[in-house]
C-alpha cells in the first residue's frame, strides 16, 4: 500500500505546500491591491467552483488516461495557474494596471486555471488508497496518510509564506510555481506509465451522490469542510482586526497559527488515526465535538495564543473526522469505482469552499462573529449526521469490495 502511495503522497504534498505558501499572505495583499473582502471570497469561491467541477472529471480521466497523464495535465494547469497570479499580482502592486483588470485576472488564473489543475492531485491519491487497500482500517489509514501529506503542507507552507512575507509580499507568490514546475518535472521522470493502473482499469457502476448510501456521508463531510471554509478565508482578517496589526505582522501571526495547526494535523492523522485503528464511524463520533469547541473558543478569543489554541483544537477535531469522512464512502464502492468516489468526495469538499469562503467574507462584513458561530452550526449539524445516520452507522462495518 504505502509503496502505491508514495509518488501520490510527495505530489499532494509539494503541491498543497505551494498553495498553503501564499495563505498568510492572501489577506493583506488583497488590501495592498485595494480589493474588498468580499472580492477575496470571490477568488477563493470561484477556484473552489473550478476545483468541483473539475473533480468528477478527473476521477473518469484516470480510467481513461492512467495516473500518471493525469497527474502531469494537472500540474501543468497548477503550475500555469500560480505563474498567471504571481504576474497579475506583481504588476497590480506596480499600480499599472486598474483594480478591476487584478480582479479578472486573478479569477482567470489564481481561480479557474489553477483550481481545475490542482483537483486532479487528491483525487489520484484517494483512488490509489481505494485501490490499494482491502479493509476498513487499512483505508482508513491510507486516506489519513493523503489527509497527512495536506497536513504537513499546512507547517511548511504557512511557516515559509509567514517568513519570506517579512521580506516582501511577492517571495511567496514566485517560489509557489517553481515548486509546481520542479514536481511536474519530477513526476515526468520518476512515474511511469505502468503505475497508472493502480488506478485505472474498467469502470464499475456509475455512482451517484444522491445514492442512499452515499449522501449522508457525503453531507458529512460537506458540513465539515464548510465549517472550515468559512473560517480560514477571514483568519487574516481576524488577526489584524482583533490584533491591531499590519500586513506583515499579519502575514506572521497567520503563519503561527496555522503552523500550530498544521502540527497537531499531522500528528493526528499522521500518527494517531493509524496507531488508533478505530472505526469510521468512532472518528467521526470523536473528531466533531472536538471541531465543535474549537469553534466555540475561537468566536471569544482575543489573543494570538487563543486564536493559536483554537486552531489546534480543530486541528485536532478534523484530524480524527476527517479520515472518517474520506474512508467512509470508499466502503460502498467496488475497486473499479474508486476513481469514481475519490471524484464525488473531492468534488464534495471543493463544493464547501464554494459557499465557505464567500460566505464568511460577506458574513465578516456585517460582523466578525457570525461566520464563526455559523462554523459552529455546520459541525452541530454534521454531529446529528453522525449519530442519527444509518448510512454513517452502516459505513462503520461495511466491507471494502
Not at 87 to 101: E, F, K, N, R
Not at 212 to 235: E, T
Request: with cysteine.
Amino acid at each position: 500500500m504505502r509503496k502505491a502511495l508514495i509518488p501520490l503522497l510527495i505530489a499532494v504534498l509539494v503541491v498543497y505546500s505551494a498553495q498553503q505558501l501564499l495563505t498568510p499572505v492572501l489577506a493583506p495583499l488583497s488590501r495592498e491591491l485595494t480589493l474588498t473582502e468580499t472580492q477575496l471570497g470571490l477568488v477563493i469561491t470561484v477556484a473552489a467552483t473550478a476545483l468541483t467541477i473539475a473533480s468528477p472529471l478527473w476521477g473518469h480521466a484516470l480510467q481513461k488516461l492512467g495516473l500518471r497523464l493525469v497527474l502531469l495535465l494537472g500540474l501543468g494547469l497548477t503550475t500555469a495557474g500560480l505563474t498567471g497570479f504571481a504576474i497579475v499580482a506583481a504588476v497590480g502592486l506596480d499600480g499599472t494596471m486598474p483594480t478591476p483588470m487584478v480582479f479578472a485576472l486573478m479569477l482567470a488564473t489564481r481561480s479557474i486555471v489553477f483550481g481545475a489543475g490542482v483537483a486532479a492531485l487528491p483525487v489520484a491519491a484517494l483512488a490509489v488508497a481505494g485501490t490499494a487497500t482491502t479493509t476498513e482500517a487499512e483505508r482508513t489509514r491510507a486516506t489519513g496518510l493523503v489527509g497527512a501529506a495536506q497536513g504537513v503542507s499546512m507547517v511548511l507552507g504557512p511557516a515559509g509564506g509567514g517568513a519570506l512575507a517579512v521580506v516582501s509580499l511577492t517571495l511567496p507568490l514566485y517560489l509557489a510555481p517553481v515548486l509546481c514546475l520542479l514536481l511536474s518535472l519530477w513526476v515526468l521522470a520518476a512515474v511511469r506509465p505502468p503505475a497508472a493502473k493502480a488506478a485505472s482499469g474498467p469502470g464499475g457502476p456509475r455512482l451517484r451522490p444522491w445514492d442512499a448510501r452515499l449522501w449522508p456521508l457525503l453531507a458529512i463531510g460537506f458540513f465539515l469542510y464548510l465549517s472550515l471554509g468559512l473560517v480560514q478565508v477571514i483568519i487574516g482578517f481576524l488577526v489584524a482586526d482583533r490584533l491591531h496589526l499590519g500586513p506583515q505582522e499579519t502575514a506572521g501571526a497567520v503563519g503561527i497559527a496555522l503552523f500550530t495547526a498544521g502540527l497537531i494535523l499531522v500528528a493526528v492523522q499522521g500518527g494517531a488515526v493509524p496507531a488508533l485503528g478505530w472505526p469510521v464511524l468512532r472518528l467521526l463520533r470523536a473528531g466533531i465535538p472536538i471541531t465543535v469547541a474549537a469553534f466555540a473558543l475561537l468566536a471569544v478569543a482575543d489573543s494570538l495564543w487563543l486564536i493559536s489554541v483554537s486552531f489546534g483544537l480543530l486541528a485536532l477535531g478534523l484530524g480524527l473526522a476527517i479520515p472518517g469522512f474520506t474512508a467512509a464512502p470508499t466502503l460502498v464502492a467496488e475497486p473499479a469505482q474508486q476513481g469514481s468516489i475519490s471524484g464525488l468526495v473531492n468534488a464534495t469538499i471543493g463544493a464547501t469552499f464554494i459557499v465557505g469562503p464567500l460566505l464568511g467574507t460577506a458574513l465578516y462584513e456585517i460582523s466578525p462573529a457570525i461566520p464563526i458561530l455559523t462554523a459552529l452550526g455546520a459541525v452541530a449539524t454534521a454531529l446529528v449526521l453522525a449519530w442519527a445516520s444509518p448510512a454513517a452507522r452502516r459505513a462503520r462495518v461495511a466491507p471494502a469490495r
